[in-house]
């Protein structure tokens, strides 16, 4: 599974770092078209995550993979021979969506077949997906450098194919049976029918969904994320939970470029800071987080360094070269720690606070909060935070701080209830006079 997903984000690789240039020079598209087709396809991603978990909990997670990856084959292999905008919109969209349904479904199956240790799954997951990532992205720029028509095809091909031998080993790989849901993890054993059943009895106070009276005797209706109050809550947290991600793509560069006085030849040592230390460091981190109270505390430090982060970001404005590039390196340091950070914290509670029977359907609600993100986190960057100036940049962090704060209170109150042990039954009357 995990050599799956190293030749998944390979191929994703390619195609992030070559698309927009394909867009331009090999079909002809200007920027405002482009820009219309990447965000449709943005808001299309966001569908993605809730539709796999919706589709996970009727039909099995491997065969739907393998769906996802023919699927994705299927466009990029259309967007070979297209060429009127009217048609690449939606090939585009279908593309991002059947990514994002993807990303989705992995965790799904990783959630089942490493139970407790999903987190040390997690961790080589991220590290994998990283060093695939820039696997894809060195291809890509010996491909690009050639600048033909021809080069760009063969990187889009090159793409298509890594889906192919994704599907294939996918196929491969055996998933343990789990009657059409994603199976509690060893982990959660200690909280026994209170994960199972904690999503009803939390209904109440904290999700609005069905309570155990509802539920006729012998059977088991599983309860919806969509009107489970708590769980929803922290998936809208877990939106600038993310925002990380945006900082390093988007704001690092962009503030260098435009508010600082650092050389822009800097830009590529982000990613190199990135890559590097999340292929080193994401193991430890998680295994120092990997509990679900420990997650919790993750989300605390996140806020406090994402602050730190945004902190070295203003600061670099209006100095020299060489504070401004020290300031902006050490932010990359600290953004890439916020997402080893987030993607231990992100992962172990969005499994732990979503009840067993319905695990499935609530993962693919917590995948749309990344999906949001990447949709709105650079608009917050460039359209609000950048244009404030470091002011903005303060603002930025000290509101992720405290919403990390509430983020921290309500998972930990949401754990309590989940995995607080059954009351005892009250004796029946009947029991107590024939006593």
């Not at 009127?84 to 990783?110: N, S």
Request: net charge positive.
């Amino acid at each position: 599974m995990l050599l799956a997903q190293l030749l998944d984000r390979a191929g994703t690789g390619m195609w992030a770092a070559s698309s927009v240039l394909y867009f331009t020079f090999v079909l002809g598209l200007d920027a405002d078209r482009i820009g219309l087709m990447l965000g449709a396809a943005a808001v299309a991603g966001i569908a993605g995550s809730p539709l796999a978990g919706h589709l996970a909990g009727r039909f099995p997670v491997r065969s739907l993979l393998i769906g996802c990856h023919l699927l994705r084959i299927g466009t990029l292999g259309a967007l070979l021979v297209v060429t009127r905008f009217d048609v690449l919109l939606p090939l585009v969209a279908v593309t991002y969506l059947g990514d994002r349904a993807a990303k989705a479904l992995e965790m799904l199956f990783a959630t089942r077949v490493a139970g407790e240790r999903r987190g040390t799954y997690q961790a080589l997951s991220r590290s994998t997906a990283n060093a695939g990532y820039a696997v894809g992205a060195g291809i890509a720029a010996a491909g690009l450098a050639l600048g033909a028509p021809e080069a760009y095809r063969a990187l889009i091909l090159a793409n298509a194919v890594s889906f192919l031998a994704a599907a294939a080993l996918v196929w491969r790989t055996r998933e343990p049976r789990a009657e059409g849901r994603v199976a509690a993890g060893a982990g959660d054993a200690a909280a026994g029918g209170a994960v199972g059943t904690g999503g009803a009895a939390n209904g109440g106070a904290e999700s609005g969904g069905a309570s155990r009276a509802d539920v006729a005797p012998g059977r088991t209706r599983a309860p919806s994320p969509w009107r489970d109050r708590g769980y929803l809550r922290f998936v809208l947290l877990d939106i600038p939970m993310s925002l990380d991600d945006s900082v390093l793509a988007v704001g690092l560069p962009l503030w260098l470029v435009v508010h600082t006085d650092a050389p822009h030849a800097l830009v590529p040592a982000f990613l190199v800071i990135n890559t590097v230390l999340v292929v080193v460091l994401q193991l430890r981190v998680s295994a120092r987080f990997e509990r679900p109270r420990q997650a919790a505390a993750a989300v605390s430090v996140y806020g406090l360094t994402m602050l730190a982060c945004c902190v070295l970001l203003a600061l670099s404005a209006g100095t020299g070269a060489v504070v401004a590039s020290v300031a902006l390196l050490a932010a990359a340091v600290l953004v890439t720690g916020a997402e080893l950070l987030r993607s231990v914290s992100s992962w172990e509670l969005a499994v732990s606070l979503a009840p067993e029977q319905a695990r499935a359907s609530y993962l693919g609600v917590a995948g749309m909060a990344m999906s949001v993100q990447k949709s709105a986190g650079p608009l917050l960057l460039t359209g609000a935070v950048m244009a404030g100036g470091p002011v903005g940049w303060l603002a930025l962090g000290a509101g992720i701080a405290a919403l990390s704060v509430v983020q921290r209170r309500s998972a930990v109150r949401r754990l309590d209830s989940v995995l607080a042990p059954p009351a005892p039954a009250a004796p029946s009357p009947s029991a107590t006079c024939t006593g």
